[in-house]
């Protein structure tokens, strides 16, 4: 098939990072993929920090390192400014895929040159950067609809969307998140994503690490990021902040926990359970993303919505378990995240565009993929 994927910005968010998943292993199983995406605007506080260094002030659009850099089995164009995608922009195709509510208006109005129109929703986008008005439309265009997680059923159902939903949860990199059969900490370990984007709760998740280290001194807690640490959002004392950590860095800072931290307010899917639990960290999670569907397995603990007692109760129960208990939850959470490949993922993706696109599939079968 010929497949074109329609993104708003290439940035290095973790929906980009799945859509460029999926790119490289529908290439490698012979389609012609090919990406466009709009350039990224530049903050303006980024752009008066490069002049204030001598790099100059005009740049207002920055063409960054991108997930798609290294594959050179995909075609990814990066139009000149922000502006809706048209015809001009992208190859003749069997099927173009839609990434964000934005995108879904602009692949909508595409040509039938383009090939079916699908619209992969990997977020309920009212709560980022969208509105009521402006997501809740995109999901009742005549689009053939992936969902990343079972929970986005439900949501739009409840907006009066009538259309046959597919379910194609994501899947973890094996190779990358694995850790072998361990037992705990020598010291009693949490880690987290250290972001200050509010529905990332990270401000939960170090509120809940000091309440549980004041019953348990000892408690030592590992993070990484991408920023400085934040002024109104200091990192305790002691603690280990790994910045803008390489892919091996990240992995050996999931395996050293003994507990990951996940507090969401709002999650498309989560990937950060998955990669701990690959390497065999149990994970105190909010009901966000797939969350529940991953966690209650049995591979951690569900706490409620920003509830800092119930997230630090959970801590102290997690790191005083026994080794044999909690090699126990670690080798669930092991299970969980393992039983599951971007295989399988690729495979129902795949389905699904064929479905759309009304090719049929050499074995049939259920187009929904589900845990």
């Not at 998943?21 to 490698?28: D, G, I, K, N, P």
């Not at 839609?98 to 977020?123: E, M």
């Not at 892919?247 to 969401?264: G, N």
Request: charged share 25%.
């Amino acid at each position: 098939m010929r497949i074109n994927f329609v993104l708003p910005e290439a940035t290095r968010a973790g929906g980009v990072r799945v859509v460029a998943t999926y790119a490289q292993r529908l290439a490698e199983r012979g389609h012609e993929v090919t990406v466009v995406s709009m350039p990224r605007r530049l903050p303006w506080n980024l752009r008066l920090r490069r002049g204030l260094k001598g790099q100059g002030f005009s740049s207002i659009w920055n063409h960054p390192q991108t997930y798609f850099d290294d594959l050179d089995n995909v075609t990814h164009h990066i139009i000149e400014q922000p502006r809706p995608i048209v015809d001009a922009d992208l190859p003749d195709a069997d099927v173009t895929i839609a990434t964000w509510w934005k995108t879904a208006d602009w692949v909508n109005d595409l040509s039938p040159s383009k090939g079916a129109k699908v619209y992969f929703i990997q977020h309920d986008e009212r709560h980022v950067h969208g509105t009521a008005e402006g997501v809740i439309p995109t999901w009742k265009l005549p689009l053939h609809k992936i969902l990343v997680a079972q929970w986005l059923d439900p949501v739009l159902r409840a907006e009066g969307v009538t259309d046959d939903l597919e379910v194609v949860p994501n899947a973890v990199d094996a190779e990358k998140f694995q850790a072998p059969s361990r037992g705990k900490q020598a010291k009693p370990t949490v880690g987290l994503m250290y972001s200050d984007s509010h529905f990332k709760g990270a401000d939960v998740s170090l509120a809940a690490f000091e309440k549980a280290r004041q019953q348990l001194p000892g408690l030592e807690l590992v993070a990484f990021g991408k920023d400085d640490p934040y002024r109104d959002m200091p990192l305790p004392q002691g603690a280990r902040y790994e910045q803008d950590p390489t892919q091996e860095t990240i992995r050996e800072v999931y395996a050293s926990c003994d507990a990951w931290l996940f507090a969401s307010r709002c999650e498309g899917f989560g990937l950060p359970i998955l990669e701990a639990m690959a390497c065999r960290t149990p994970v105190i999670a909010t009901p966000a993303g797939a969350a529940p569907e991953l966690v209650g397995q049995g591979g951690g603990v569900m706490v409620g919505m920003e509830d800092v007692d119930a997230m630090a109760k959970a801590i102290l129960e997690v790191v005083r378990l026994d080794d044999t208990a909690w090699r126990a939850m670690s080798d669930r959470a092991h299970a969980t995240a393992t039983s599951y490949t971007w295989d399988d993922a690729t495979d129902a993706f795949e389905r699904s565009l064929r479905h759309a696109a009304g090719q049929p599939n050499e074995s049939r079968k259920e187009l929904a993929c589900t845990r």
